[in-house]
């Protein structure tokens, strides 16, 4: 499963050049929201009505059977618990889920809100943790469900390279509490070198997170807006990325126009990949971390 993002819904909705007929039915969204201030998120939990209008004008133009919030808070880890009470709160009756995260590294905030939302909610609760946190903090906030089970997990994406124990903490950990757990704030291309594959790099996150070494159950691109020029217009790159969804590798391709429907048609490619593991560049990586977890 491809987890659809903020860009697949301003696609569809913004832009007359996406011609694609797409039936979201059975697939899920999450939405991001920056909360990169005190001041910001303080306007959001005033804009519960609006946000709530917005989801549902979503839900019923497209018809996703999960919708997800995911906040970024950047750099501000220094939340008071007021603040992350009411923004669980504000998401109940709007998501299908109530989000919540470990922000920074309080491991006791995260434990008290966690058993807050899970008692308050009968347990409709999805977590999301850091791929890329200290392994043994990771361990220490893993073990925590054992007590305290949310519905699902989502991890944010770290290098599968750098981050492998972790991984390989997480799928462990999730097989065991048999929960769908998924990838999301991903990049693109792994970017694994070093495997003799001069295409390894460009094999998709996606390929390698659902292979059965990992087992994640979806993935989901991260959602960045896009940078404004000098004029004070949104630009894009210089090259358009294509996914081969026979290869499993992201190609770059001279711009085309429709930029929004190739992103559109690349992210439709990335649901619908199969088993690719014996793609070379792929084997490439999943052989490459093999032999790095030994």
Avoid at 193 to 219: M, Q, Y
Wanted: overall charge positive; charged content about 30%; some cysteine.
């Amino acid at each position: 499963m491809e987890i659809s993002n903020n860009n697949v819904i301003g696609d569809l909705l913004s832009n007359s050049n996406v011609k694609l007929e797409v039936n979201f039915n059975g697939r899920y969204l999450e939405l991001k929201v920056f909360l990169e201030k005190e001041e910001n998120i303080s306007s959001f939990l005033k804009s519960k009505d609006t946000l709530k209008e917005r989801v549902n004008k979503i839900r019923s133009q497209f018809g996703f059977r999960k919708i997800w919030l995911r906040i970024y808070f950047g750099k501000e880890t220094n939340i008071e618990d007021d603040k992350i009470k009411s923004l669980i709160d504000l998401q109940f009756g709007i998501f299908d889920e109530v989000t919540v995260q470990k922000v920074g590294r309080n491991i006791e905030q995260f434990k008290k809100f966690l058993e807050y939302a899970i008692n308050k909610y009968n347990g409709k609760v999805s977590v999301i943790l850091d791929a890329k946190e200290r392994e043994q903090e990771l361990l220490e906030t893993l073990n925590l469900l054992d007590d305290l089970t949310p519905l699902n997990m989502r991890f944010l994406y770290g290098k599968f390279s750098t981050h492998l124990q972790n991984y390989l903490l997480i799928t462990g950990k999730m097989r065991v509490l048999k929960l769908p757990y998924y990838l999301v704030a991903c990049q693109k291309r792994c970017g694994i070198k070093d495997t003799g594959n001069k295409e390894a790099t460009n094999v998709a996150i996606s390929v390698i997170a659902k292979n059965k070494l990992f087992g994640f159950s979806g993935c989901c691109q991260d959602y960045i807006p896009a940078e404004k020029r000098n004029n004070n217009h949104k630009g894009f790159a210089t090259h358009t990325d294509i996914f081969n969804p026979n290869t499993g590798i992201w190609e770059k391709h001279k711009v085309r126009k429709n930029f929004k429907g190739i992103r559109l048609e690349n992210h439709l490619a990335l649901d619908s990949i199969g088993n690719l593991e014996e793609e070379e560049a792929v084997k490439a990586v999943l052989t490459y971390l093999s032999e790095l977890k030994k």
